[in-house]
């Protein structure tokens, strides 16, 4: 019998790819069958601590349970790190996927001017929180280096993947099966952590 993990997310994308990651043993359910629960303000300066704060509060309305957030996003090193912890909201108010790549693709040209849409360095982070019964039990973190390519190519993934070329591919994570995105990514370095954790709890 698969035991239940609430994964404290909006963000449909993630759900997918961390069920994919535990595998069956685990029934992953999300925030978006839960409406009522109030956002949680992401006023974290990292990614551990943003995650830390989703997971605490989810656990507040999971009691008996374990609770995991993910906190992730790209960093651009012509852009000192950003948009960093910021990468969901980039744009501003409304902000979307799209939105978000197109206000990428801007502060690339400011900054770095007409050489923009060459390969720039960047990373994928991902802090991964893991909570039971409004305590937190253990962090873990994952990285991809690669680099930040325009204009934009591939349907699958979500967020910033069409324009990340993780190092020693040519395809963007979007261009890439979603099993290799998996294997590769910051995520699933960061879940395979967290995997191996609570596999040993659930012993
Ligand atoms: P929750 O807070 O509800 O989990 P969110 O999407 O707001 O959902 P974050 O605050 O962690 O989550 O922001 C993550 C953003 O970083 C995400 O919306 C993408 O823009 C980007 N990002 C993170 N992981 C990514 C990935 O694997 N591929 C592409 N973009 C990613």
């Known amino acids: 019998m698969p035991q239940k993990i609430l994964l404290a997310t909006r963000n449909a994308h993630k759900t997918l790819e961390v069920r994919a ?3 069956s043993g685990w029934n992953v359910v ?17 990614f551990a601590d943003n995650a830390a704060l989703k997971a605490l509060a989810g656990s507040k309305n999971f009691p008996g349970g374990w609770v995991l957030a993910d906190d992730s996003g790209l960093e651009v090193d012509a852009l000192g790190g950003a948009p960093g912890v910021r990468s ?7 902000a979307d996927d ?10 690339l040209q400011r900054v770095v001017g007409p050489t923009y849409a060459q390969p720039q360095t960047a990373r994928f982070r991902c802090a991964i929180a893991i909570a ?6 253990k962090q873990f973190d994952g990285t991809v280096e690669g680099t930040v ?3 934009a ?8 993947d069409p324009v990340f070329v993780p190092a020693g591919y040519r395809e963007t994570f979007a261009e890439l099966p979603a099993e290799v995105k998996n294997t590769l990514s910051h995520r699933g370095e960061a879940m395979r952590k967290a995997a191996e954790f609570l596999r040993k709890i659930a012993a």
Request: aromatic share 10%; glycine share 18%; no cysteine.
């Open 30 to 46: 999300d925030l978006l069958g839960r409406p009522n629960l109030p956002e949680v303000d992401e006023t974290g300066l990292t």
């Open 88 to 94: 969901a909201r980039y744009s501003g108010p409304g």
């Open 149 to 151: 390519v325009h204009p």
């Open 21 to 23: 990651i535990l595998g």
């Open 153 to 160: 190519r591939g349907e699958g993934g979500f967020g910033y």
């Open 98 to 107: 799209e939105s978000n790549r197109q206000f990428l693709a801007r502060e």
């Open 132 to 137: 039971w019964d409004g305590e937190m039990a």
